[in-house]
């Protein structure tokens, strides 16, 4: 887990990404009501087929994001939604769906932003084989104030799980990832 593009923690890990092929990707709340919804802004979602180097997640942060064949998913709200459709801008072009999030124009020198608030607010992206890889990146920016109302654990950033099997990315109560 890179934090600012600076490598905060590693753990490794014995499996492969493991995503039920047909399950979309949530972002900002989840089917699974245990999941506290994520209340804050999140810009520049983005998926690679592959590890990035600590270098490549360097310049990712620094604004110069990997755009190789790799990067099958991203999401920089560069624009509003129009008719709900956030655009992807990878050369998979798997537009996502908008579900009640609000695109901010500018916030603290960042801009084009998803705001999501405690009511249900959530990008779906359609699944789509291009995700089914069995190493690779998963890279956002998220600003937020801190984990509020209902569910029992963590806010949902990244949820792609069914019955149990798959891989969600939470913002715990304490603040980490």
């Not at 972002?27 to 994520?38: K, P």
């Not at 180097?53 to 920089?76: H, I, K, M, Q, Y």
């Not at 801009?111 to 995700?131: E, H």
């Amino acid at each position: 887990i890179f934090i600012d593009g600076v490598l905060d923690t590693s753990q490794a890990n014995s499996q492969g990404w493991s995503w039920p092929a047909t399950q979309p990707i949530e972002l900002g709340s989840s089917h699974d009501s245990y999941w506290r919804v994520f209340v804050g802004l999140m810009d520049d979602v983005q998926i690679h087929n592959r590890m990035l180097s600590a270098s490549e997640v360097a310049a990712t942060f620094a604004g110069n994001p990997v755009n190789d064949s790799s990067l099958v998913e991203r999401l920089n709200f560069a624009a509003a939604p129009a008719n709900n459709v956030v655009v992807d801008s990878s050369a998979s072009s798997n537009s996502a769906t908008n579900q009640g999030a609000t695109w901010v124009s500018a916030d603290n020198g960042r801009s084009g932003l998803m705001r999501f608030d405690l009511v249900l607010t959530q990008i779906t992206v359609a699944a789509d084989p291009d995700f089914d890889s069995p190493s690779g990146t998963i890279a956002f920016w998220v600003k937020s104030t801190g984990n509020t109302g209902p569910g029992d654990f963590a806010s949902i950033l990244f949820d792609r799980r069914l019955g149990g099997s798959g891989d969600v990315i939470t913002m715990e109560d304490d603040g980490t990832i």
